[in-house]
T-cell receptor, first 116, second 111 residues
């Protein structure tokens, strides 16, 4: 498995501002992903963070709202821009780890975001 | 895109009984089906997974079955214990590792 950390663990922000969430892994991984979990809901994939290229966004998510960086194989950031109360969620990063035939996905502890 | 349906949304069982959660998926290209357990305030934890070339997998009290033709898979927990109480999510993975989740099942095990 992989050890994944996220910063911050939680934050309370004012509407109209932006927050950058960091995800750090203890080993080099090819695939990193960002998910959103709204209160009491399931996990929704936001985007795949690719090292050396632009992130690939899922339907309903756009780069202007959720810019992502992936500067190396152990680190990624997700920015939530121009926040509104609807952005209040838990944001989780995940990575694939393991041999190529048994890659499984592990999640970071999440960042709990509240937008006032 | 992939659409994963999960039933039931809530499940209450007596300690020692079995629990079954069922999921269906829509994309025949999906080839990996993990199950996650999420306790309140915690991250999702992988409990078991199955790949499309396998029909069944078991790990102690937990088993998963997969029917590729019907595009459905199920989680079976036997001899349930109060500590099994949590939200369980099924997921289907499309190529390049993208996971699409069901809506979750709140399992409550009564002592």
């Amino acid at each position: 498995s992989a050890v994944i950390s996220q910063k911050p663990s939680r934050d309370i922000c004012q509407r109209g501002t932006s927050l950058t969430i960091q995800c750090q892994v203890d080993s080099q991984v090819t695939m990193m992903f960002w998910y959103r979990q709204q209160p009491g809901q399931s996990l929704t994939l936001i985007a795949t963070a690719n090292q050396g290229s632009e992130a690939t966004y899922e339907s309903g998510f756009v780069i202007d709202k959720f810019p992502i960086s992936r500067p190396n194989l152990t680190f990624s950031t997700l920015t939530v821009s121009n926040m509104s109360p609807e952005d209040s969620s838990i944001y989780l990063c995940s990575v694939e780890a393991g041999t190529s035939s048994t890659d499984t996905q592990y999640f970071g502890p999440g960042t709990r975001l509240t937008v006032l | 895109g992939e659409n994963v349906e999960q039933h039931p949304s809530t499940l209450s069982v007596q300690e020692g009984d079995s629990a079954v959660i069922k999921c269906t998926y829509s994309d025949s290209a999906s080839n990996y089906f993990p199950w996650y357990k999420q306790e309140l305030g915690k991250r999702p934890q992988l409990i078991i997974d199955i790949r499309s070339n396998v029909g069944e997998k078991k790990d102690q009290r937990i088993a998963v079955t997969l029917n590729k033709t019907a595009k459905h898979f199920s989680l079976h927990i036997t001899e349930t214990q109060p500590e099994d109480s949590a939200v369980y999510f099924c997921a289907a993975s499309r190529p390049l590792g993208r996971l699409y989740f069901g809506r979750g099942t709140q399992l409550t095990v009564w002592p």
